[in-house]
């Protein structure tokens, strides 16, 4: 290929990101404000509930009607239920497709009634799907099919973490480490430009603020660095129990006497008493973490707090209602911080003024450990927090807490409700042929051995080697090297199959012609 050519391709990537961007920017910040404005609603009408306790009858009936349109909503389109997260990762995977718009204003409209409502759910995961679902159209729109639709979903997904967290390094790490699973230089650099656009849009509408801009006296002293090793330890522990209640919670609502897509519903009900005794609680925790340290609370509340928001997140997200786990994830972590912070002050080995950098460590450590994406975690912080300063302790406390996860035999949350969701009647086969891209790690089979030495999947034809600015036309005496991208041309929805046929060959010898 030649220069030019590849850098036209670049540019028509870089204009894609910037237009996907964009409209994403726009959608995801009116989804955030929309969500923002009806939790403020709720809260106002929680006091005015305290002033008149009879018009609880009056909230009881409002929340069944909400709860049973967004029912029909996941009803008719049950690809809106959840964070989105799977959905992007499954559809980006070939696992199946949904049609774009209306999983756009289906989310958008559930999404806000939900989390607006006041539930403990995330506006991240809806927004990574909203901006999935803009870029898809994006494609649908411009007629782009195969691998240009999926580089437009993941760059969308990317724009849509970055407007609702204002972290687009993080977004664009997110979405290769957690959903692409490629660092394909075509993806990042669409991934990349169309977060940093969307960004942008959401600094213009909320301003610069970092938004979990925390302020702390001084870093840890690395004398105190023992103390990140056991708040590791906690958080991979109470991450590992999150993911086995999590995954449990279907199981549990179905002994409901009612419908799937009306347990919405009983979630909103459970609520109620929630926002009628702990208002300031309610909604996806960002402003749990920000008023931690002015709160002032003891051990005994903070636990109260970790306890109602565990159990109600649960709640909410087991009902199936359009919302997401990151920003809870993240508030259960920056309480966790909090109350271990709290217990170590009051042993007499911590000084209060260092409890702010673990409820910021904390945050992070605990979503590395359930989601199983440290870089993703450290950055996202970072970002967040609007502070380089926390590096070191961040990094300490997510592998910790990574590795303690993996002891107790997690796995990313996000891959297994995956896994969970793909059933035969789920996947969506389509007949046209399509581009799989698969990179060969260091330690893979494949790396130092010829292209002849393998049995390639028979449903797939090996028809590109990417190596650095090189795209190679593969031969039988091909050595593929570590960091090699494979592209390999296969059916649509054949792409899972053949991507775990070949993560098989790369780690066992015996697929090799003649062994």
Same mark, same amino acid.
């Given at each position: ?83 989105g997260i799977p959905q992007v990762e499954g559809q980006l995977a070939g696992e199946f497709d949904f049609p774009w718009w209306t999983t756009l204003w289906k989310k958008f409209v559930g999404g806000v009634l939900a989390i607006g409502s006041g539930l403990m759910l995330g506006r991240e995961g809806p927004s990574i799907q909203?901006g999935a679902t803009v870029g898809d159209g994006y494609a649908h729109l411009t007629q782009k099919s195969g691998a240009q639709r999926r580089v437009a979903i993941a760059s969308g997904a990317a724009a849509g973490l970055a407007a609702a967290f204002n972290a687009p390094i993080a977004s664009t790490l997110f979405v290769l480490e957690e959903i692409y699973h490629n660092f394909s230089p075509l993806v990042w650099l669409t991934s990349l430009t169309s977060a940093v656009m969307a960004n942008f849009v959401s600094m213009v ?22 103390? !990140? ?91 199936? !209602? ?15 911080? *909090? ?37 993703? *975690? ?40 995956? #896994? ?32 002849? #030495? ?9 028809? #590109? ?28 929805? #054949? ?21």
């Amino acid at each position: 290929m030649k220069k030019s050519e590849l850098d036209f391709t670049r540019v028509n990537t870089v204009i894609t990101g910037l237009i996907v961007g964009l409209i994403t920017g726009v959608v995801v910040s009116l989804f955030r404000w929309s969500i923002e404005h009806g939790l403020l609603l709720v809260k106002s009408a929680v006091g005015v509930l305290h002033k008149q306790p009879l018009l609880l009858i009056v909230a009881i009936i409002v929340i069944i009607i909400v709860g049973g349109v967004i029912g029909l909503l996941v009803k008719t389109s049950p690809q809106i239920s959840g964070s989105g997260i799977p959905q992007v990762e499954g559809q980006l995977a070939g696992e199946f497709d949904f049609p774009w718009w209306t999983t756009l204003w289906k989310k958008f409209v559930g999404g806000v009634l939900a989390i607006g409502s006041g539930l403990m759910l995330g506006r991240e995961g809806p927004s990574i799907q909203l901006g999935a679902t803009v870029g898809d159209g994006y494609a649908h729109l411009t007629q782009k099919s195969g691998a240009q639709r999926r580089v437009a979903i993941a760059s969308g997904a990317a724009a849509g973490l970055a407007a609702a967290f204002n972290a687009p390094i993080a977004s664009t790490l997110f979405v290769l480490e957690e959903i692409y699973h490629n660092f394909s230089p075509l993806v990042w650099l669409t991934s990349l430009t169309s977060a940093v656009m969307a960004n942008f849009v959401s600094m213009v509408i909320f301003g610069q603020t970092p938004v979990l801009h925390m302020v702390y006296t001084a870093p840890l002293p690395l004398t105190k660095y023992w103390l !990140l090793l056991g708040l590791g330890v906690l958080l991979g522990l109470l991450g590992r129990l999150y993911q086995v209640v999590l995954l449990r919670l279907p199981q549990w609502y179905a002994y409901l006497p009612l419908p799937r897509y009306l347990h919405g519903i009983v979630a909103m009900l459970l609520t109620l008493p929630v926002a009628w005794w702990f208002t300031d609680l309610l909604g996806g925790g960002n402003s749990v973490i920000l008023h931690l340290s002015q709160w002032q609370l003891g051990t005994g509340m903070l636990l109260l707090v970790f306890v109602i928001r565990f159990v109600f997140s649960m709640v909410a997200y087991g009902s199936g !209602l359009p919302g997401g786990i990151f920003l809870p994830i993240l508030t259960l972590g920056a309480v966790i911080g *909090a109350l271990y912070g709290h217990v170590m002050v009051v042993l007499g080995v911590l000084s209060a003024g260092y409890v702010t950098n673990l409820v910021i460590t904390a945050m992070a450590g605990y979503f590395a450990g359930i989601g199983k994406a440290p870089f993703t *975690a450290i950055l996202l912080i970072t970002e967040m927090v609007g502070s380089l300063k926390h590096l070191m302790p961040l990094a300490v406390v997510s592998l910790v807490a990574y590795i303690t996860v993996d002891l107790c035999g997690g796995a990313p949350i996000y891959a297994t409700l995956l #896994e969970r969701m793909v059933t035969p009647q789920a996947i969506q086969k389509h007949s046209y042929t399509d581009r799989l891209e698969v990179p060969v790690f260091e330690a893979s089979f494949l790396a130092g051995h010829q292209v002849r #030495e393998f049995k390639w999947p028979a449903q797939s034809l090996l028809i #590109e080697v990417t190596r650095g600015e090189q795209t190679l036309i593969p031969r039988g005496d091909t050595v593929l090297r570590a960091g090699d991208t494979l592209v390999l041309e296969v059916q649509h929805h #054949e792409q899972a199959l053949i991507r775990k046929q070949v993560a098989e060959m790369s780690e066992q010898p015996d697929v090799r012609t003649g062994d």
